[in-house]
Each structure stands twice: as structure tokens, then as C-alpha cells.
């Protein structure tokens, strides 16, 4: 693999470090920038943010590079790269692949991951998350993924609809996983 095809984590800048979204791979917009989560899918997640800040954020933050952000794979996938768009499971759950999705999401208390891949790569790794970490799944960000969501004709702006309907899904999900995680400690 050619190193120009990994992209640097956005962790070391991260400043709230609690909360963790977790992506498939970068691709072809990431590459130009060099940045996580660039393009379309980074401002949905800008969105997503706005949406779920009242529920799951408390702290103040300027943007999505506020927070700890990486992907199940680092390596860059786009069709006409190497026609993939997301890494084989058999690459995630690589040995050094998985110690630094752990050392990335070490600090993690709410870990959000967006995909089928993302999804995988945290099954991989649970058993070796900070205690009582929650883990909340949702589809990925990208509007191949958003515009299967569907929605009543008349609405105009579709992308930040659907978004919503993702929003309040993990929050949600946040919802349940606080309210089984304080069953299990009354019942210790």
C-alpha cells in the first residue's frame, strides 16, 4: 500500500475526548484534504452534532475536529482508486489495525459509529473499551445511506430531515443504553 493512502486521525487535536464517532474508512475527499471525515459526509455530521448537542454533548464545541475521530480502516477507498468503498473485514480486524482503534478510543465514553463497518470493527474491540462505554450504532452519514430514509413528498429540505430522523435514533439508543446501564448497577 502506498503511505499517501493512510490519512492521519484527527485524535491528537481532539479536544473532547469522551465522545467518539467512528467511520468505515476515509476516501476520496479525505485524501484531498487530508482530514477526516471531509465533503458531504463531514457536513452532515456538523449537522448531526447541532441535532444531538442538547441529549449526548454537554460541552461546548467549535466543530466535528472538537471531537475523537477515526474509522474501522485507515486506509483510503474509492472506486476509482481500487474500486472499494469501504475496507474487508478481514483488513479491520488485523491485529495492529484493532490496537489502534483501542489506543484512539481509549478515553471514549460514548463511542457512535456510522456504518455496517464501523459497527464490525466495534465488535472487535468491546471487551477492550473503558468500562461502561456506550457503543450506539447508526447508518453512515453519506447520502447513499441518508436518501434511503424516506420522507413525505412536500418536504423541501430532505438531507436535514433525514438527519434529524438519525439524531433522535441515537438519542434514543443513548436513551436506553443510560437507563439499562443504571438497572444493572441497582441490581449489583
Do not use: W
Not at 17 to 38: D, H, M, N, W, Y
Not at 95 to 105: A, H, M, P, S
Request: hydrophobic share 35%; charged share 35%; net charge positive.
Amino acid at each position: 500500500m502506498v503511505e499517501d493512502q493512510k490519512i492521519v486521525n484527527c485524535d491528537d487535536k481532539a479536544r473532547i475526548k469522551r465522545i467518539a464517532f467512528v467511520f468505515s474508512c476515509p476516501g476520496q475527499e479525505e485524501e484531498k484534504t487530508k482530514k477526516l471525515v471531509s465533503g458531504m459526509t463531514g457536513c452532515n455530521l456538523e449537522k448531526l452534532l447541532k441535532n444531538i448537542k442538547d441529549e449526548i454533548i454537554k460541552e461546548d464545541f467549535k466543530d466535528r475536529y472538537d471531537f475523537t475521530i477515526t474509522n474501522s480502516h485507515n486506509e483510503v477507498h474509492y472506486k476509482a482508486l481500487n474500486n472499494r468503498t469501504e475496507p474487508l473485514n478481514s483488513k479491520i480486524k488485523e491485529v495492529k489495525n484493532l490496537e489502534r482503534l483501542i489506543n484512539e478510543l481509549k478515553e471514549a465514553e460514548i463511542i457512535i459509529c456510522f456504518g455496517k463497518k464501523s459497527k464490525y470493527a466495534l465488535s472487535q474491540i468491546k471487551n477492550q473499551l473503558k468500562e461502561n462505554t456506550k457503543v450506539l450504532h447508526s447508518r453512515h452519514l453519506g447520502l447513499m445511506s441518508l436518501n434511503q430514509i424516506e420522507l413525505e413528498k412536500e418536504i423541501t429540505n430532505k438531507t436535514d430531515e433525514r438527519i434529524k430522523i438519525v439524531a433522535q435514533k441515537i438519542i434514543d439508543d443513548y436513551k436506553q443504553k443510560s437507563a439499562e446501564q443504571c438497572l444493572s448497577i441497582e441490581f449489583v
